[in-house]
């Protein structure tokens, strides 16, 4: 009975936390502490649970891998390489309907191989991708939701910060689910693309009239389309962005280098072909304490997220929400469904990661004991969380939107109407996911 109150307390109190706006580390780590004092009732336990933990989990050679190949992707996003892939895909797109829109999401995909990082493509692409569509004529809302859903392959493709997180979790191997995310990250790629020519060809006013013609004057910045700029050094400079990506995933794959060792030699390689396109030492200071501000309160999470994934299961809460899910009747399409729900409704109020440790070590045995495959269920969780990023009426990567454009008319409503397509493309992947987990799986089972 008392390890029924315990589960009931803990469960409770971190809900209660978490959407009271206390930071998911604090609310983890003071309700994890809660549930050991409560079961144990001794502080000295308690103290010596929560330092062993700490060692335990932070020792560990893979968290090593979150810092570095955020470095790789800040160093590669200052040395101007976005708006490189950006005016390269323009440039070569230009016998496409919506050639900006199209240049837009495979900048985005290219984007995602080296940040990993959703927010980071949507706030960078605002402001490069954004103007642009304006100069020529496209609908403000079709530019938004195309910046804003095409944000979301930052998760899914690799080298991806949730699937590090997710990995690290539930010890699934780094590499298998990098490569699970590159067929997913393509398919998804594809269909987005799909939806912005079909739209340009059925609704041309949408772009401009076919986007061909220069409606206005550039208000919001300076061109960065390169409709003059010499082909050659941006070939040059996407090259070598294209280089590092296959360089350091290749490596991984075929086990040249562990996945922290390759983050190491991307986050060098990052470094010097930053060095190359004239960044500054000021800026390589700068990068790097950005990198150290972004990555200690993460490590912080993934601590206190191991602290409570050990308390749940001293309660035996996982295992008593395994045996409720299952009692239920629904199977497993059922069950999944439930969990996809809880995702989506989770994303649109709190932050990719602090749902992923919140989640994954309550469904991971769950999705297992149903025999799901552990990759296709990693690829369909990352999906759903990045769904709820589009959902009102807190999707977070439309309110980066919103605070990145250079233009201070846009109004939220218009991103989420613009969101909508992309928001059905991911469910309609998800759906593919569950129907045809081979579709994540094929690579990593070669």
């Known amino acids: 009975m008392l390890q029924s109150t315990d589960m009931i307390v803990i469960v409770v109190v971190v809900l209660a936390l978490v959407f009271g706006g206390v930071h998911i580390a ?23 649970f929560v330092a062993n933990t700490a060692y335990e989990a932070l020792r560990d050679y893979v968290f090593a891998v979150i810092p570095l190949f955020i470095l790789m992707g800040d160093f590669v996003a200052k040395c101007g390489a976005a708006r490189d ?41 605002s402001r490069i991708a954004y103007p642009e569509m304006q100069r020529f004529g496209y609908e403000r809302k079709f530019s938004l939701g195309c910046i804003a859903g095409s944000a979301c392959l930052g998760m899914l493709i690799p080298p991806s910060v949730l699937m590090i997180v997710w990995a690290v979790l539930t010890e699934l191997s780094l590499g298998k ?5 590159v ?56 090259g070598l962005v294209l280089v590092l990506i296959a360089g350091v995933l290749c490596g991984i794959w075929f086990g040249f280098f562990t996945p922290t060792e390759g983050a190491g030699v991307g986050a060098v390689a990052a470094l010097l072909l930053a060095v190359a396109k004239g960044i500054t030492p000021r800026e390589v200071w700068e990068v790097i304490l950005n990198v150290g501000r972004t990555t200690g309160p993460l490590l912080l999470l993934l601590f206190c997220a191991q602290l409570y994934s050990r308390v749940l299961s001293m309660t035996g809460f996982t295992e008593t929400a395994k ?35 919140l989640t994954v070590p309550i469904f991971h045995p769950i999705a297992a004991q149903l025999g799901i495959d552990p990759l296709a269920f990693a690829i369909i969780g990352i999906l ?34 613009g969101s909508v397509p992309y928001w059905l493309i991911l469910i309609l992947v998800i759906i593919a996911l569950v129907v045809f987990p081979q579709i994540a799986t094929f690579l990593p089972h070669l």
Do not use: H
């Open 384 to 417: 759903a969380v990045e769904t709820g990023l589009l959902t009102p009426p807190f999707g977070l990567l439309v309110f980066t939107v919103k605070a990145a454009a250079p233009d201070r008319e846009v109004q939220l409503s218009e991103i989420f109407r």
């Open 26 to 48: 604090v609310a983890l780590g003071v309700t994890a502490v809660l549930g050991v004092y409560l079961m144990l009732g001794d502080i000295e336990v308690v103290r010596t």
């Open 323 to 357: 045996n409720f899910l299952l009692a239920t009747g629904t199977g497993a399409y059922g069950i999944l469904a439930m969990m996809l729900v809880i995702w989506i409704m989770l994303g649109c109020l709190i932050d990719s990661i602090s749902i992923i440790l």
């Open 85 to 125: 892939l950006y005016t390269l895909g323009n440039r070569l797109s230009r016998w496409l309907p919506a050639r900006l829109a199209v240049a837009t999401i495979i900048s985005n995909a290219l984007f995602a191989f080296v940040t990993g990082v959703s927010i980071a493509a949507a706030a960078a692409f």
């Open 183 to 238: 067929l997913p990250g393509l398919l998804l790629t594809a269909c987005f693309i799909i939806y912005v020519v079909a739209a340009a060809l059925l609704n041309p006013a949408i772009v401009g009239e076919g986007g061909g013609k220069v409606v206005a004057p550039a208000p919001l910045s300076a061109a960065v389309t390169g409709e003059d700029e010499p082909l050659g050094p941006l070939l040059l400079s996407t």
């Open 177 to 181: 689910l990098f490569l699970a995310g």
